[in-house]
């Protein structure tokens, strides 16, 4: 980490967690704690609680929790360095320069001007869109009815038809050339070792990264010429692989699912028609990048796209990439092969919205009733086809449920047995022995031992936090090296620091000291998982247990590991106690 931790501590202390919390959720005070509904998942009654007091959160509804980075992590989607630099801007807080390699520091300075210009270049665009000059542009969207409100939203534009018009101006807020051409909006021509615009006579859309920078723009061509659809090339900014467009939006909904759309202007009238959780992907195929960078928001789509051949063939290539994400992925067949936007036009928002509750398919309806339309179901040749092409595709569901559900409609439209599909399946299988299938069904599944050590481990870390009385006691039988996992093993060290030298459990501190939101996640999850003890009898048992079970693991491990003799007899003499254990945690 390169902030010194004191800084960090400064910075977590400045921030109070109930106001920046407060700055994205309405809180009510009940007792202690605050409670509001939780921004991380879809409710209706608050189960999400912030306190003022450990200066952490935590959801009841979805166990989300940790403290002010976390939270900001998590609503921001920021790595760690990005969340301590925002917290301490908002404190006022001036953060060391980092430490960075001159070449670092050219492109940090590279990257801030190509920011800059970018928003030079959306108010320049914008404020020709709304001059004589782009008359045209603004006729263009008022035919296609995209409100005032909406053009500012998105804020469109319009690039002239003069074809340096930009560079000039660009030049006239004093940009050097080589920094415009790496900006790719204007583009160094080598004969006349002039300049020029890459956009002239386009309605400009700027395309926003998820924290709403400007990072590149997308130009629709006004009239007849080519190409109709014209992107901002890869920069240091804009990646297309990476971004999709709508998404700075669309992620604050808060909805459970993401409707994807083909284009901007679908994005735009959907928008507008009261969706407000849509994105397009820019003309680029679906990538990978692309569903990890939904996942981090939900975990179902509905793709939307145009019944024509090249729509059905993007909308197959997407729903692997979704699915492999983890991402549940339903597909909408607009009826009378009309784009979203026409539709919305001629039937109204309601009615969009029941097709998309009733109208969707799961993407193996879809993919069946694709296979369904090429083969010719009453040729037996083509039949065997079907079922060959099918079959295969079942055995790439990776839910058993579904699998047998799809397996059962698809025998019934060859009109075989199903036991003879499940037959043929097989033997695909056998051919084709490498399948997403068996390499998800290989993967070991946690085995319910190490689940119940890893609740050991975080039960009494939680019971030392909480427990300061305790500590002398249990710091006789279990030591931090003792807690197997590395996370908690971390965490037991910092606990054992700080009794030792007197001082006070601060549990959101705690947390502080990791840098990984999955780490500070499950840090959190210590504090938050409450244990209620029935009786002072229960108690001593379940703290017994855990210890037992800790330690087990724990000599296990080290007489699987060590080599050296005094160490082999040292877990021989702990194991003996260990068996011998026989005391009473409570007496105090
Ligand atoms: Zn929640």
Do not use: W
Request: hydrophobic letters at 35%; a positive charge; proline letters at 3%.
């Amino acid at each position: 980490m390169y902030y010194p931790e004191e800084l960090i501590e400064e910075i977590r202390f400045q921030n109070a967690i109930e106001d920046v919390i407060g700055e994205y959720v309405q809180l009510k005070k009940r007792g202690n704690s605050y409670f509001g509904l939780c921004p991380f998942h879809n409710e209706k009654t608050p189960s999400f609680s912030v306190s003022p007091d450990k200066q952490m959160y935590y959801c009841f509804g979805c166990g989300a929790g940790g403290n002010v980075y976390t939270f900001i992590m998590q609503m921001e989607n920021y790595g760690f360095i990005e969340a301590v630099k925002y917290l301490a801007d908002r404190a006022n807080i001036t953060l060391p320069e980092p430490e960075m390699s001159e070449q670092e520091k050219r492109k940090t300075r590279i990257r801030e001007q190509l920011l800059e210009i970018h928003i030079h270049a959306a108010r320049y665009f914008y404020s020709n869109l709304h001059a004589k000059r782009g008359k045209k542009a603004l006729e263009y969207l008022e035919n296609r009815k995209v409100d005032k409100k909406y053009q500012k939203v998105f804020g469109l534009g319009y690039a002239t038809i003069s074809r340096n018009d930009l560079y000039h101006y660009l030049m006239s807020k004093g940009y050097q050339e080589e920094v415009l051409s790496q900006s790719g909006l204007v583009i160094p021509e080598k004969r006349s070792r002039g300049y020029f615009d890459r956009f002239f006579n386009r309605l400009m859309f700027p395309i926003f990264d998820v924290h709403n920078r400007i990072i590149g723009f997308g130009g629709r061509v006004l009239g007849d010429g080519q190409p109709k659809y014209l992107n901002s090339p890869e920069t240091l900014l804009f990646d297309k692989s990476k971004h999709l467009y709508g998404l700075n939006i669309a992620r604050t909904a808060r909805k459970d699912q993401i409707l994807i759309v083909e284009g901007y202007m679908d994005v735009i009238a959907l928008q507008q028609a009261g969706f407000s959780n849509v994105v397009a992907s820019l003309g680029t195929a679906f990538t990978p990048y692309h569903a990890q960078l939904l996942r981090r928001y939900v975990r179902e789509v509905v793709l939307i796209y145009d019944s024509d051949e090249a729509g059905i063939r993007a909308a197959l290539r997407a729903i692997p990439i979704l699915e492999n994400d983890g991402i549940s992925t339903k597909v909408l067949k607009i009826p009378g092969q009309q784009d979203p936007d026409d539709y919305i036009k001629q039937y109204g928002s309601e009615a969009f919205k029941e097709l998309i509750e009733r109208r969707t398919y799961t993407s193996m309806e879809f993919e069946i009733e694709l296979m369904i339309k090429k083969y010719n179901l009453n040729n037996p040749d083509e039949k065997i086809g079907f079922i060959k092409e099918a079959g295969k595709r079942l055995l790439q569901i990776k839910s058993n449920v579904a699998q047998e559900i799809y397996t059962q409609e698809v025998a019934k439209i060859g009109g075989i047995p199903v036991e003879t599909l499940k037959k043929e399946m097989v033997r695909y299988q056998q051919i084709q022995p490498i399948h997403q299938n068996t390499i998800v069904k290989s993967k070991k599944e946690p085995l319910e031992k190490d689940i119940g050590l890893h609740k050991a481990q975080r039960g009494l870390l939680y019971i030392l936090c909480t427990e300061p009385k305790l500590y002398k006691l249990l710091q006789k039988y279990i030591q931090p090296q003792d807690f197997t996992d590395v996370t908690y093993q971390q965490v037991a060290q910092y606990i054992y620091t700080v009794y030792n030298h007197n001082k006070k459990i601060d549990e959101a501190g705690i947390v502080a000291r990791f840098s990984t939101l999955a780490e500070q996640q499950k840090v959190s999850a210590i504090f938050t998982g409450k244990i209620h003890f029935q009786s002072k009898e229960q108690k001593q048992k379940i703290i017994y247990d855990q210890i037992k079970l800790i330690k087990q693991a724990s000599i296990e491990y080290r007489s699987r590991t060590t080599t050296d003799l005094k160490e082999l007899q040292k877990l021989i003499e702990e194991k003996r106690q260990l068996d011998h254990m026989n005391i009473s945690l409570l007496d105090g």
